[in-house]
T-cell receptor, first 116, second 115 residues
Framework: DTGVSQDPRHKITKRGQNVTFRCDPISEHNRLYWYRQTLGQGPEFLTYFQNEAQLEKSRLLSDRFSAERPKGSFSTLEIQRTEQGDSAMYLC??????????????FGPGTRLTVT | AQKVTQAQTEISVVEKEDVTLDCVYE???????LFWYKQPPSGELVFLIRRNSFDEQNEISGRYSWNFQKSTSSFNFTITASQVVDSAVYFCALSGQYGNNRLAFGKGNQVVVIP
């Protein structure tokens, strides 16, 4: 059973550049989540999709951030005009339906972004 | 709003000692889930347990055990006879049963097991 995968694992970029990350969830998991984790902190929710619909965005997600999940499969997270404060680990998670609720979220290895 | 507090930041134990990690949560939901995740040095969050708010039974899985006490809003985690491979950051998290099920994480406990 293939887990959640993320690409790239590491990204170093210069301030002002655009970056895009990809997440492939566990097959048949309807929900896909993006979180951001900074050093010494727990992950913080950014946004989530149910199938292809983006249902909620955190206030942490500024206008420079955009996420998509075309066809309800993989998802991309793009950051435009990166700032040093965007340096963090970006985590993707997916979960499957369970009755009227949802199962636990399984996380990918993350993409570590460093903005210089 | 949902909030998780993990008071201890770094805990060092000698191998074979037991270690208990405290987790206190706040939520207005009547139905919710509690979780523990492990984040080893490799960085990937590994799911350990999910607990429904209606199920207050304690759980044991190998050397891991969990104590859920709704009266004190706590969901504590104990590692018995710790091993070096247990060295990691452990996160407690909370989500509502319905809606977006976003996870609200605590700040984590860094566990260092000294051989």
């Amino acid at each position: 059973d293939t887990g959640v995968s993320q690409d790239p694992r590491h990204k170093i970029t210069k301030r002002g550049q655009n970056v895009t990350f990809r997440c492939d969830p566990i097959s048949e998991h309807n929900r896909l989540y993006w979180y951001r984790q900074t050093l010494g902190q727990g992950p913080e929710f950014l946004t989530y999709f149910q199938n292809e619909a983006q249902l909620e965005k955190s206030r942490l997600l500024s206008d420079r951030f955009s996420a998509e999940r075309p066809k309800g499969s993989f998802s991309t997270l793009e950051i435009q005009r990166t700032e040093q404060g965007d340096s963090a680990m970006y985590l993707c998670a997916s979960s499957a339906r369970a009755g009227t609720g949802w199962n636990e979220q399984y996380f990918g290895p993350g993409t570590r972004l460093t903005v210089t | 709003a949902q909030k998780v507090t993990q008071a201890q930041t770094e805990i060092s134990v000698v191998e074979k000692e037991d270690v208990t990690l405290d987790c206190v949560y706040e939520t207005r939901d009547t139905t919710y889930y509690l979780f523990w995740y492990k984040q080893p040095p490799s960085g990937e969050l590994v799911f350990l347990i999910r607990r429904n708010s209606f199920d207050e039974q304690n759980e044991i899985s190998g050397r891991y055990s969990w104590n859920f006490q709704k009266s004190t809003s706590s969901f504590n985690f104990t590692i018995t006879a710790s091993q070096v491979v247990d060295s990691a950051v452990y996160f407690c998290a909370l989500s509502g049963q319905y809606g977006n099920n976003r996870l609200a994480f605590g700040k984590g406990n860094q566990v260092v097991v000294i051989p």
